[in-house]
Each structure stands twice: as C-alpha cells, then as structure tokens.
C-alpha cells in the first residue's frame, strides 16, 4: 500500500536559486513551521549521500537520505520510519524566467500505521499543499538573491 502526493508551485526565481535552497534540507526549519529541527549529519556539501536527523511537530525523529542530486533539475530524499517516503522534486524553468516546481512523495505505511494511513493521507494531501506555498513564500520573499525577470 503506497500513495502518491504531488503538487506544484511556480516560483519567481531561476532554477539554480529553487534548487541550492530547497535540496539543502537543513534550511526546511526557516519556511516549514512543522520542522522543529534538522541536523546535517554528514560533512560534506550537501549532495548523493548527505544525511539529515529531522524532527518535526508529528512523529519520532527521522534520518533522511539524498539518494538523488542533479543540480539545477531533480534531487531525491528517502527516509524510513514508520511511514517511509521517497520524495522527488523536480525544476523546470517557465516562460517568465522563474521556476516550475513539482513535488512528488511517495508514501509507504509500516507496521500499525498501516491502519491509520487512509486517514494520515488525507491529512497530508492538504498539509502538504500547504509546504508548497510556504516554500515559494520563503524563496520569493529572499533578499540574498535577485528575482526571477
């Protein structure tokens, strides 16, 4: 039992903006207001393999994984948990010189959440909806980067 969460969201900045600030998960706690904490647990530049301890208001503590990093295109997280997901984000530029953002989750129950995922998936559908907007919010509202023409 799997379900698919996918949204998108044009942002007025270039891809190569959307890109360096989203992937790098430990920027989520400055526009997710449901990410208490997300430590970098890797040294290097985040990329293939850089790991991150998330905790947010719902559920225990995560460890998410960069499985996936072509900038300025696509990059991959996956983490385990009794809700395991894989998420995909893709960029495409648009006409305006911003950026087409598409986010695809997806989400796989373990264990006892198996009996409360039908509801857990209607709870994320809109909460994630909600990500989306405040992920555009904080890259439009930036003052580090020019917008997008």
Not at 66 to 77: G, L, S
Not at 116 to 133: T, Y
Request: hydrophobic content about 35%; some cysteine; charged content about 30%.
């Amino acid at each position: 039992m799997t379900a698919v969460i996918e949204n998108t969201v044009e942002i007025a900045r270039s891809p190569e903006d959307v890109f360096d600030y989203l992937s790098d998960q430990g920027r989520e706690v400055e526009w997710n207001p449901d990410c208490l904490r997300m430590d970098k647990l890797t040294d290097r530049p985040v990329g293939v393999g850089t790991r991150f301890r998330a905790k947010r208001k719902q559920g225990p503590e995560l460890v998410t994984e960069c499985t996936r990093y072509e900038r300025p295109r696509t990059w991959t997280y996956e983490n385990g948990g009794p809700i395991s997901v894989v998420l995909t984000v893709t960029l495409e530029p648009t006409e305006a010189g911003g950026t087409r953002l598409t986010s695809r989750g997806e989400w796989t129950p373990h264990g006892w959440m198996r009996l409360a995922f039908p509801v857990f998936v209607r709870v994320m559908r809109g909460a994630e909806k909600g990500v989306m907007v405040n992920s555009r919010r904080a890259l439009e509202e930036r003052r580090d980067q020019k917008p997008a023409a």
